[in-house]
């Protein structure tokens, strides 16, 4: 296994992922085995060469700093688990 | 009316052997009779499909219909569609109604065509086999024991079931040519940027694309007009002509130089699929084509390349799924940490959380270079393969797919396994390429599909060959007897 435990558990903790107690061995042994499949990308020669940034290495396209779109807060927060006033309700953060 | 393709029934409608209504009404009755079977749906729209096909009528009538008038289209659960549920295949968009349409949604419906649902996918698009959806797995009409391939498997069971003549679906890996050579149908994928990605849920930005699900070259030549071009939402849509693909049709292949991959043929291909292949490539060659075998050297790396690249912006993309602005909460948070890692890891499955952590995991401080940069490197050289055979060569011809449809549950022990499956498709997603996959015959009475690949915006030439290739076969015709 190149991964232990306790690194999975770093990751999903970086990922803010839970993972129950009953998953965490077989993420180990799934995410051992792709750490150990892309592993072979080590032994591939790529002295001088660009990483690569864009299929077709095109740059980003800007556009003006124009309002285009309306206000549709009260639609789009339909979505949304929790609301008030217009905000995002979510726990206390300071106390 | 089902076994019609959309050319067939655009000119049924002009001609008024039938109504949009009358059609539309007819594939909802088929798509209520076998959709349980196949679980290829996970929302149908019939209500709004009749109100669309009787404006389509009225439209026809006043004589000004789009060049979709009253065609039916369904669309992959990734496409943003206004005031519809659109769940991604995943729990955590359980209950999402989108706010807006998708680009492609849009332009479909300005010409037209007629919404007739939602198809099931592999969530979030991650997967090969339909078998990550939090809605289940959908069958192949071919035998409902397996699996039609994924990500877009709803949309391919739905086109090969003759349910509907046509799907979109979106390919990060091979996500619409395998389900498409899985199920025998045609299954596009344009050139990175060709298609605009508003309004499709993201996986990996450098590599997902959307295209379409149909029957003929010829349908997916006439759907590919209406969704390509600029557009000003996304700014990596490309600003590059939109030719008359319908009209490139007709080009025939006499002239054309045909790559053959030698790579493409090594142990990994199962040899009744490899004897399809090399016999649709004999028929293009009979017919003026000319063969040139090419090597692309750095192809073997494409697979753990992409499961670096796709992860890494997979894992950066599905960070926006939070549990406060829309999606899944958990319940009762005891803080702000608890709720976005309860809501998480409540609301996505098995498979797209390994693809987050192993993202995470090549992003992290100490593994980016070794990982991450070095992937981007490889690619660059899978990238440069592709370049420099097009200098050679028109297309690059090969199968779609290592082997016919496999058994629903065979591999999913292994994610290794199940990410093989995708070992020729994955090349055109790194480089950027438009790839087409078309029905080329039958292994053990399971569809075979022959993939072309193109220079950049080449989809012309892609099509066309693809289209001549179906004047001089009929593969693309049989269906599966139980849903004929």
């Not at chain 1, 020669?45 to 309002?67: E, I």
Request: proline share 5%.
């Amino acid at each position: 296994m190149s991964l232990t435990k306790q690194q999975v558990q770093h990751v999903a903790t970086l990922a803010r992922l839970e993972l129950e107690d009953g998953e965490v061995d077989d993420v180990v042994k799934k995410l051992s085995r792709i750490v150990d499949f892309v592993d072979q990308l080590q032994a591939v020669s790529t002295d001088d060469v660009l990483p690569m940034a864009h299929p077709l290495h095109m740059s980003q396209r800007l556009r003006a700093d124009d309002v285009t779109e309306p206000d549709q807060r009260d639609f789009v927060q339909q979505n949304a688990p929790s609301t008030e006033k217009g905000y995002y309700l979510v726990p206390k953060v300071i106390e | 009316m089902h076994r019609q393709t959309l050319r067939g029934l655009y000119d049924g409608l002009s001609r008024g052997d039938f109504s949009s209504r009358e059609l539309t009404e007819a594939l909802l009755g088929r798509i209520e009779a076998h959709g349980a079977t196949l679980n290829a749906f996970i929302t149908v729209t019939a209500e709004s499909a009749l109100l669309q096909a009787d404006l389509a009528d009225k439209a026809r009538a006043n004589g000004t219909g789009g060049p979709l008038n009253g065609l039916p289209i369904v669309h992959k659960d990734l496409f943003c569609t206004k005031g519809v549920l659109t769940t991604c295949g995943s729990k955590i968009l359980g209950d999402f109604v989108s706010p807006y349409d998708a680009t492609v949604v849009q332009r479909m419906a300005d010409a037209g065509a007629v919404m007739l649902g939602k198809t099931n996918m592999d969530e979030f698009a991650m997967g090969s086999s339909n078998e990550t959806s939090f809605y289940g797995p959908v069958t192949n009409p071919w035998n409902t024991k397996l699996s039609p391939g994924g990500s877009s498997g709803g949309s391919a069971a739905a086109v090969a079931a003759r349910l509907v003549p046509a799907a979109t679906g979106t390919d990060t890996g091979g996500s619409i040519r395998q389900p498409a050579a899985l199920t025998g149908i045609v299954g596009l994928k344009p050139t990175y940027g060709r298609v605009s990605r508003y309004g499709m849920v993201a996986f990996a930005s450098s590599l997902d694309q959307a295209g379409v699900i149909t029957r003929s070259a010829e349908d997916a030549a006439l759907l590919l007009g209406v969704m390509a071009g600029l557009d000003k939402r996304d700014s990596t849509s490309a600003d590059h002509p939109v030719p008359d693909y319908v009209a490139g049709l007709s080009k025939p292949v006499k002239g054309l130089k045909i790559g053959v991959v030698r790579q493409h043929f090594d142990e990994g291909l199962d040899a009744s699929c490899a004897e399809r292949v090399r016999a649709s490539l004999a028929a293009l060659e009979d017919a003026g084509a000319s063969l040139v075998e090419i090597d692309l050297p750095s192809i073997g790396l494409s697979v753990p390349t992409y499961y670096v690249v796709a992860p890494a912006e997979c894992s950066s993309n599905l960070s926006r799924f939070d549990g406060v602005r829309f999606g899944h909460r958990c319940g009762d948070p005891e803080d702000l940490s608890d709720l976005y890692c309860r809501s998480r890891g409540e609301g996505f499955g098995a498979e797209v959380k390994r693809r987050i952590m192993t993202g995470t995991y090549v992003l992290s401080a100490g593994y980016y270079d070794a990982y991450y940069l070095k992937a981007q490197k490889v690619r660059q050289l899978i990238s440069r393969d592709f370049k420099n055979a097009f200098e050679k060569v028109d297309v690059i011809a090969g199968p779609t797919a290592p082997t016919t449809a496999f058994a629903i549950g065979e591999k999913t022990d292994d994610p290794i396994t199940m990410y093989l499956n995708d070992i020729y498709t994955i090349g055109a997603n790194l480089a950027g390429l438009p790839g087409i996959s078309v029905p080329c015959g039958f292994a053990d009475g399971l569809p075979v599909g022959l993939q072309l690949v193109g220079p950049h915006f080449a989809e012309e030439t892609i099509l066309a060959c693809a289209h001549q290739y179906q004047q001089l076969t009929d593969w693309h015709t049989e269906g599966p007897e139980d849903f004929a």
